[in-house]
């Protein structure tokens, strides 16, 4: 047991270490997108953990990661805190929300949960403009500082790469501790028999709640990587495609699969982005039809990875060998 | 006094729209057991059919009835092609439980970018036949319209079919009864199948409808209706999630209540009044206001 948990720890440090050396051979692009796909993938986790194993659905995660940016944002505007304070009192502050969300969701299932959610994800931009303090539609700046000089010569997008790699690093070892411990282990006892998992002494509420709280602090914490790349916090930031993007990128790879899934979700999410970017810059669409064709196919990827592989493609070709041993084998396993 | 009455009015006129909507999430859940989100992009996309019409006849009385048409055949083709195979699918595992939801956000997202894609997503104007301008009663002027007459009648029109072809016709029995127990209706003979397909259809025409009487008073673009599946779901659930009359008052309840908080308390609510009435509903009614017979963890 304790082998297994060093040897993952080992396999996270190996994977820092090659993105670090890996960040000083790439271009200014290249890192920004490292940071785009880091913040992508703390966002998958929090709806890996959330759906993929406690059976819940949030649409309402890019409010969390908004609220989790405001948090920070606010935080280094008004207090001037550090940076790395503002990130612990965003996650906090995001998981305070879910508990208050949580509390209700653990009463409501599936498609009311989801309206709930999707409520929550419409009327949260929207009251921003209320409040001039929050900066309106123009938001406010967010300043991610810069290395410290020990470190030498760094440039800021480096620096932002840096960041959201290892807040990303930090969070898939958290979600995965979780994951496989006996929260985890009752997560899915819930999401597969919630009355079986009654009998056996689970409190499925209280179950279902402690997962809403950590997905609504993992998705904050996703919120204030994204604002730092952006550099600015603004309404627009968050709109309802974000949390779209984000169950895109979750359900491609299977919706239970934190590693590899989440990084194969972000990956595709972003590579998505590239590729539409060059073929309509190639063909001189303007940015508008750009931004269009991209939600049109993330969209589309989702209906289809869905209806094609709706457990992810590991499970899919599981799924077809067991079949296909079955068959050979006359019936017999 | 004044305010009392002009609150009262808009809130009947406003409710009703959302009452269509709601009416629209209720039939598809009825006969399918489905939250259908993709249904503000079906109801905006039957807008822009509407908007066509208007462009090309200047009739706004020939849109409302060709919208509510497309709106019908684009449900049945999403019911088809898309919800149909896909509950074959996606029975087991992960995704069982969220498939459905997971898939109408996808939709809604092709069709927000389609219709972008295809209309621009700048803002379209749906001019209303009838005037906008309050009414004038002696020296005050009330914000009541007859616009907001129209919206009112059309919506009551198409309530009053509705609720005929429901209780009156062999038709509406064999939805109720595809909606109630579709085991046993099947094996009394109903194709449910086909029945749950015209369950489909009459709710893409009334969300077809919610969309081209919304219009007129706002602008129409590819994301302007997403608001309205807020409220619809939010009108929906106050009404208990499965029953028609349920949908009608939830929406007048939330009309109301919107426009009492806008009168009073400010406009600067409007985003959150329905957040808050959906939370209070679940947690103190979770059958809503009328009682259904299901849990909420169906």
Known sequence: MHNHHRRRLIGFAIVGILLFLLSNRVGVLRLYQGSTVSMYVIAIGSIVLLTGFSGQISLGNGAFMALGAYIAVLLQTYLSLPLVLTFFVAVLGAAFFGLILGVAAARLSGPYLAGTTLALAVALPSLVNQFPVLGGEQGLMFNAGSAPEWLGEVSRFKWLFWISTLAAIIACIGIQNILKSRYGRTWKAVRSNSTAAELSGISSARSKVLAFVISAGIAGLAGVVLALTAGTVAPGAFPLSLSFAIITGAVIAGISSLLPGSVVGAVVLVGMSQLVGTFTSRFQMGDILAENLKELIVSALLILAVVFTPNGPGEKIRAMREHRKHHSHGGVR | ?298
Request: net charge positive.
């Open chain 2, 1 to 298: 006094m004044n305010q009392f009455i002009s609150s009262i009015l808009i809130g009947f006129s406003q409710g009703s729209i959302y009452a269509l909507m709601a009416l629209a999430l209720v039939l598809v859940f009825r006969s399918t057991r489905v939250v259908n989100f993709a249904q503000a992009g079906q109801a905006m996309v039957s807008t822009y059919i509407g908007w066509e019409v208007i462009n090309r006849t200047g009739s706004y009385w020939l849109a409302i009835p060709i919208a509510a048409l497309g709106g019908a055949i684009l449900a049945v083709i999403v019911q088809n092609f898309l919800m149909r195979p896909l509950s074959k699918r996606t029975s087991e595992g992960a995704i069982a439980p969220v498939a459905n939801i997971i898939v109408t956000l996808g939709l809604l997202g092709v069709l927000h970018s389609g219709a972008a894609i295809i209309w621009g997503s700048e803002e379209k104007l749906l001019t209303s036949p009838v005037s906008t301008n309050g009414f004038k009663i002696g020296e005050n002027v009330y914000p009541f319209s007859a616009t907001d007459v129209l919206i009112i009648i059309t919506s009551v029109i198409v309530m009053l079919i509705f609720a005929f072809i429901f209780k009156k016709t062999n038709l509406g029995l064999a939805l109720r009864a595809a909606a109630f127990q579709p085991e046993i209706s099947r094996l009394a003979g109903i194709r449910v199948d086909r029945v749950q397909t015209i369950g489909w259809a009459f709710s893409g025409a009334a969300g077809a409808v919610a969309g081209v009487l919304i219009a007129p008073g706002s602008y129409l673009n590819p994301y302007s209706l997403d608001i309205l599946l807020v409220f619809g779901f939010v009108a929906a659930v106050i009404g208990g999630l499965d029953s028609l009359v349920g949908a009608a008052v939830g929406g007048i309840v939330l009309g109301l209540t919107l426009s009492f908080t806008s009168q009073y308390v400010g406009t600067a609510l409007t985003f959150v009044v329905p957040f808050v009435v959906l939370l209070v509903v679940l947690l103190l009614r979770p059958n809503g206001l009328l009682g259904g017979r299901s849990s909420r963890n169906a």
